[in-house]
């Protein structure tokens, strides 16, 4: 997997080598990338449920001012360390559990991607997606990507669905902050 565009176009990024993790194919994240193109540049980025951080690296190689990656898993981290190794300082990357930093976070974002895995329960990813309302700004986007025979995601009235799109398995929901 490389990266698409932007300052470090067509860098490698290793991925993760297990079955708990599926890395987003290529022409899933330049479809994100191509709806959000404008949208990016100078923002703070969230980059949630991260593995080895390809949506956050795409963002920090097309401007964003600043990305934040989270991720639980320690063999994740260590490839997401590699991955970022010799970019931008302008990042951080949190070993927490997703839930728990959404709920603590104290600084709010732009722009958040929200990956969870395919196998996540419905009803804690509608929890997650409730409780990051709380620090995404005002106009910022929330790009979800579920498994397209995965239960609707149900989010709340101060957000509007600004697009929505299958690609392969994959469903992508993107969300406006009003």
């Known amino acids: 997997m490389r990266v698409l565009a932007g300052i470090y176009k067509s860098k490698k990024i290793e991925t993760i080598n297990n079955a708990d993790t599926r890395p987003m194919m290529s022409k899933v994240r330049e479809a ?18 991260s593995g080895s951080g390809s949506l956050g690296i795409e963002a920090l190689s097309r401007g964003a001012n600043y990305v934040t990656f989270v991720e639980i898993s320690k063999e994740c981290i260590l ?23 959404i709920q603590n976070s104290i600084n709010k974002y732009d722009l958040i991607f929200y990956d969870p895995p395919f196998e996540l329960d419905a009803n804690q990813v509608d929890e997650e997606v409730l409780i990051i309302e709380n620090i995404l700004n005002d106009s910022g986007l929330l790009i979800i990507h579920r498994h397209k025979a995965s239960e609707d995601v149900k989010f709340s009235k101060n957000y509007e669905l600004h ?16």
């Not at 990338?33 to 949208?39: A, E, G, R, T």
């Not at 997401?80 to 559990?97: A, G, Q, R, Y």
């Open 32 to 49: 994100i990338f191509n709806s959000i193109q404008f949208m990016v540049e100078d923002k703070d980025v969230l980059d949630l449920y």
């Open 79 to 101: 490839i997401l360390k590699k991955n970022v190794e010799k970019m931008s300082s302008n990042l951080s990357i949190v070993n927490s559990p997703v839930n728990s930093f």
């Open 163 to 178: 697009r929505e799109k299958n690609y392969g398995q994959s469903k992508i929901l993107i969300l406006r902050r009003i």
